[in-house]
């Protein structure tokens, strides 16, 4: 747990991934199967990875809040706090766009991904909404798929 800990606190990325890799190799040489001993061994690697990509504490979303600024990154349907399936891109040390699925509607509290900027919200292609702030709320209906991208670049294209 520490290492989730670890990124949850901001902890440099590039120290974590070194570490992680290290863990896993440890755990991988403690049987002759390279299987890890315990669930709880083999859990750490991608549930660490799964925070660093997509991390949604206390029901607030953030999306590459800590990852490293120059290796590119994307995930497609992480499960997040308050039932969103999260979907994103990491190119050029900049979030390309968030797609946010929800399944009961809740309301989505997100950190801004584009600092000082604010934000367009997409349905069905179509803007429906524009949102500014350090932290956003998204509001959503069950079943509703909304991407997010960086406001005047139009649709997101590498969205699904």
Known sequence: ??????????????????????????????????????LEEG?????????MLCMSHRQVLRVFAVWPKEKDARFWNLRAEG???????????????????????????????????????FTDGKKVDTLKGERMVLKTKPGGTFVLGLSGTGYPAEAG
């Open 83 to 121: 039932a969103f399936l999260v979907s994103s891109a990491f190119k050029g040390g900049q979030v390309q766009f968030v797609e946010v699925h929800s399944e009961k509607g809740r309301d989505c509290t997100f950190v801004n991904p584009w600092p000082g900027k604010t934000v367009d919200v």
């Open 1 to 38: 747990s520490m290492y989730p800990a670890a990124v949850r606190v901001g902890y440099d990325p590039a120290t974590i991934l070194k570490n992680l890799q290290n863990l896993f190799f440890a755990n991988s040489a403690r049987t002759d199967s390279g299987i890890p001993r315990s």
């Open 43 to 51: 859990s750490t690697v991608p549930n660490t990875i799964n925070e």
